[in-house]
């Protein structure tokens, strides 16, 4: 599903993107790829995507 309907980019991109440079701050997913840099519509779904995959990924270290 696209999130960032301005740059083409979808929910699936920003967790590749989450679990390839676990960003700290939206701010820092932003400087990875393009989302929320135009109408900004799309930049509190996706922080919700973002944060969704942070805490999948803390799920998933506290397992190993
Ligand atoms: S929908 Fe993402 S910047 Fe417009």
Redesign the pocket.
Known sequence: MY?????A?SDTAIRKAVRNHQPKTFQELKSFMP?????????CK?RLVMEDELQQLVQYENIA
């Open positions: 999130v960032c309907l301005c740059n980019v989302v929320a840099d135009k109408c900004g519509k799309c930049a996706a």
